[in-house]
């Protein structure tokens, strides 16, 4: 279609209703992003002349699906898939009100959380709009609808769209491929994964850091499986859980009489993990004085129980964790020097799940699909918001926080959508609150970064692609930030 007839097509279906459709679509741009193949736009919309006159206007980017009302919505969207729609609020059967719209609306992000709904709205009902987006629509635009304002705003939706099927696709794939009970696409533990791998193979002692619930156990577990000593066992003790008056008699067992109550020999946990591995939880809550017998052991590989005399010898591996900082506790005489060398040969961080770029969402989705399936609620999405409020939060209590919020929310949700109500995260934190301009350019930049990394499956030439960078301002970008090569 020429541009002389889209011009004489437009002007009479403008002048058809009030103000629909004022500028002529211009070509789009030679250096604009075009789509190797139509995607396809749902129109809805009860007037046929405007459903007519934009189908004619963007026919040539998109194939076009029209529908009149919210039933013929839904039902394009079943059988078609669109990614974008445009939708009019004003739907029959109370084409006045917006009632109806929202009802569709809602049916269609339930449908397809991952639909772009872009909302067209008189002048005077804006806050109709705002309204719909609060409730997970991508985007509005008042009427009259210029071209090419609404071209923009379609090219972004489907653009962003792609990225986040595309993400979704990742995220299915990656699902099924944990490693050791363990997932994370980042960088940082990709680096993790390997390290493990790396000291899994040997028998030297292990020092696991972290914040609490960034699964220092399962990295614990996951060197023991890895590892020659995997048909032995796998002892753990928390030594912050128990009692020190307690706590020597658990580790290295006691003898018949060895003290009130002792009526019979009883071996202790590292006699248990002989031939196996010995994981020493929250090692920096240990006592001093048992920190000297844990140091001796490690020396010298044998153990007396409480109340014997007879040494005896124990073959076992020692990891240990920690979520404390151990250089501040030796500075503080609260942690020995000579055993903090000797626990962490090899000392093994693990980062909190606020630095782990997608990996919210990654691990949200594996959760939900654990829990939903558990509950029998195997149709249960998240909504818009709830995706945004999950990557917005700051999760202080790591992947233990994800994983009991993703449970409740399930548990608590009683359609088929997840909102941040049910997560609890209504107000989602800022990342930027309190940091000074370079502070949070470098938040923002570290971000961006990591998901590009992401999604490129640490493919660096299409990152920086995907970034609109060179490859060596890359380079440079991530020495700057720290993001190790993967």
């Not at 660096?460 to 991530?478: K, N, V």
Request: glycine share 8%.
């Amino acid at each position: 279609m020429n541009s002389a007839v889209d011009h004489a097509i437009l002007q009479a279906s403008a002048e058809s209703k009030q103000g629909v459709i004022v500028c002529m679509p211009q070509p789009v741009p030679p250096d604009s992003p075009r789509l190797t193949a139509k995607q396809k736009l749902l129109i809805v919309d009860d007037d046929e002349n405007i459903r007519t006159q934009m189908k004619w206007a963007l026919a040539r980017d998109y194939a076009v699906v029209l529908a009149e009302d919210r039933q013929s919505a839904l039902e394009a969207i079943r059988k078609e898939h669109p990614s974008v729609v445009t939708l009019d609020l004003g739907l029959p059967p109370y084409p006045g009100g917006i009632d109806e719209g929202m009802l569709a609306l809602s049916g269609m992000l339930e449908q397809d959380p991952l639909i772009k709904v872009i909302v067209i709205t008189g002048q005077t009902e804006r806050n109709n709009a705002l309204q719909a987006i609060a409730q997970g629509a991508y985007d509005f635009l008042c009427k009259p609808v210029e071209v090419d304002d609404l071209r923009g705003i379609l090219r972004r939706a489907f653009y962003v769209s792609q990225l986040e099927r595309e993400n979704r696709t990742l995220q299915q794939h990656t699902a099924t491929d944990l490693f050791e009970g363990m997932m994370g696409a980042s960088t940082q533990m990709q680096e993790v994964f390997a390290t493990i791998r790396r000291v899994a193979t040997t028998d030297v002692p292990v020092l696991i850091q972290g914040e609490s619930g960034t699964g220092k156990e399962l990295a614990a577990r996951a060197i023991h499986r890895l590892s020659e000593r995997k048909d032995g066992p796998f002892v753990a003790i928390n030594c912050g859980a128990i009692p020190e008056t307690l706590l020597e008699s658990e580790l290295f067992g006691h003898e018949k009489g060895a003290f009130t109550n002792a009526h019979m020999q009883r071996k202790g946990r590292i006699e248990g993990a002989q031939g196996g591995t010995l994981f020493l939880d929250e090692i920096g809550e240990m006592p001093l004085a048992l920190q000297v017998k844990l140091l001796r052991f490690l020396q010298e590989h044998v153990i007396e129980r409480v109340g014997g005399r007879e040494e005896i010898p124990i073959d076992t591996r020692v990891l240990a964790a920690t979520n404390i900082d151990l250089k501040k506790a030796m500075s503080e005489n609260r942690f020995r020097e000579d055993l903090y060398y000797r626990l962490g040969v090899v000392v093994l961080a693990i980062p909190p799940l606020r630095s782990r770029g997608g990996d919210a969402l990654l691990l949200a989705n594996l959760f939900l699909q654990r829990y939903a399936a558990e509950t029998k609620k195997k149709a249960v999405k998240f909504n818009q918001a709830a995706l945004h409020a999950l990557e917005g939060h700051g999760w202080p209590g790591n992947i233990r926080e994800l994983e009991n919020r993703i449970k409740r929310a399930v548990i608590m949700a009683e359609g088929s959508q997840i909102s941040p109500l049910h997560l609890e995260l209504t107000e989602p934190a800022d990342p930027y609150s309190g940091k000074r301009l370079k502070e949070a350019r470098e938040v923002l930049e570290r971000d961006l970064v990591q998901r590009a990394l992401v999604r490129s499956k640490g493919n660096l030439t299409q990152a920086a692609a995907d970034l609109g960078i060179s490859r060596p301002t890359l380079y440079e970008l991530m020495e700057k930030l720290g993001i190790e090569k993967g």
